[in-house]
Each structure stands twice: as structure tokens, then as C-alpha cells.
């Protein structure tokens, strides 16, 4: 039987190596790490991994997660961390990623959660999905999301219409339609919501684009057509009660 190939992308050296020898030891995946991002790409294009494990430690880093995608379009990735809030889970699904795995889960879980994610399932603990399964999407176009990235950075209404090239005036109309939209009360609790769904160091209207009927099967980045504009969605969690 071909040994599965796991590239382990992590800065905890030690940790990693228990890792890597215990999966080895089972006879049925054949592991790399790497415990430094600069060589990440590197590995991945090299050793063509079919599951890709990224440590996560207190942000994703959206920029090494699309390039590896790039650099091994067929290998699955897999998050592996400590922590992580519905709204940046969701974000990584719609980057991509086919699994959300904790860091304090015993070994015999990784093995099962690999295995799992290489024969094309998703991997997502309960309390994860039943959050995304309680939550609700909306659809805002490119020109929405512009305007919420705007008041996020904490622009007054005067700056905002400079920035998007309108009036004032219409920059109120636009914030109350959106206001209605996403059920936003005010400028704050928009900023919040901004701030949430907006992956770290990414750029809030490039997030890609997914018909949000499930779980992502493909990730499939939409390309508008000449004249047509983009749109995305954003993600909210309903509070626990």
C-alpha cells in the first residue's frame, strides 16, 4: 500500500518531531516537516503532499495558505491549532481548507483526521459545524464591501464618500440600505462585523467567492466578467443563549 505523504508545517520543532515519529511509526504515511514558513512552498512543491498539516498559533496566515494551494494544488489542507473562532474557521473554509484539527487531540484522532481528509471528506469537530449550521450568510456586493472595509478603518462619512468617489449623501443611503441588510445597528456594530469576517492581512473584498449551500466542495474563485460586479458573503454566528 503507498504510504500517504504529510507535510507538517509548524515552528514547534519538538512537538513536531513526536509528531512526524509517531505517524511513521504506523507504516502508513511517510512525513515532512517544516519548521520554517520561508521553506514551506519549497517542501510542498517538492514533495507534493496529499494532506498538508499548518500550524496555527494566534492568526492564519492567509498569504502562505493560498500560495501553498498554488505551489500543490492537489494536496488537502488541514488547520492544526490550539484556538480558533467561527468566523476565521468559516474564512478558512472558504480558502480552501478541508479540516480543522486541535492541537490537544490525542494521536489516534490526527490519524483518523488525515486519513479522513485524504479520501475527500471534511473534518470539522461538532461544536464547529453546528455553529456554522445556526449561522447565516449574506450576499453584499463589491461596492458593500468596500464601504464596510472603509468604516473599519474608522472613516468618517466625508472620507469615505473622497475614497469611493460619491457624495456624502449617498454614502448615508448606502450605510443605512447595508445597515438594514446585515442587520447592523450602527457604525460600530458594522465595524465589528468587518472586522470579523475580514481574514487577517487580506484585503475584505478579495475574499473568494462560494455557493454557500454547504460546505465547500471545490474552491472555486469567481471571476466577474467585464462589467459586472464582484460580490461576497459574510458569515455571522448566532450568540449561544
Avoid at 152 to 167: F, H, P, R
Avoid at 174 to 188: M, N
Wanted: net charge positive; glycine share 6%.
Amino acid at each position: 500500500m503507498e504510504k500517504k505523504r504529510i507535510l507538517i508545517i509548524d515552528d514547534e520543532a519538538s512537538f513536531t518531531r513526536m509528531v512526524k515519529l509517531n505517524l511513521e511509526k504506523t507504516g502508513a504515511f511517510e512525513v515532512r516537516e517544516e519548521n520554517r514558513a520561508a521553506y514551506a512552498l519549497t517542501a510542498a512543491r517538492e514533495f507534493k503532499p496529499d494532506v498538508i498539516l499548518l500550524a496555527v498559533d494566534t492568526s492564519v496566515d492567509w498569504g502562505l495558505l493560498n500560495r501553498l494551494r498554488h505551489e500543490s494544488p492537489e494536496s488537502k489542507v488541514v488547520l492544526w491549532l490550539h484556538e480558533i473562532t467561527p468566523e476565521l474557521a468559516y474564512q478558512a473554509i472558504e480558502c480552501g481548507v478541508r479540516g480543522i484539527l486541535r492541537k490537544s487531540l490525542p494521536p489516534d484522532m490526527l490519524k483518523k483526521c488525515v486519513r479522513k481528509v485524504h479520501e475527500g471528506e471534511l473534518w470539522f469537530e461538532k461544536a464547529l459545524t453546528q455553529t456554522f449550521l445556526s449561522g447565516r450568510t449574506v450576499k453584499v456586493s463589491r461596492r458593500e464591501s468596500e464601504l464596510i472595509n472603509l468604516v473599519s478603518q474608522g472613516l468618517k462619512n466625508k472620507e469615505i464618500a473622497t475614497v469611493m468617489g460619491v457624495t456624502e449623501g449617498t454614502v448615508k443611503v448606502y450605510l443605512s440600505r447595508l445597515f438594514g441588510k446585515i442587520g447592523a445597528r450602527d457604525r460600530f456594530e458594522l465595524a465589528l462585523i468587518g472586522l470579523r469576517n475580514a481574514p487577517s492581512g487580506m484585503d475584505f473584498c478579495s475574499t473568494p467567492l462560494h455557493a454557500l449551500t454547504g460546505f465547500p466542495e471545490e474552491q472555486v474563485e469567481a471571476v466577474p466578467k467585464k462589467g459586472q460586479s464582484q460580490s461576497t458573503r459574510l458569515f455571522f454566528a448566532r450568540a449561544a443563549h
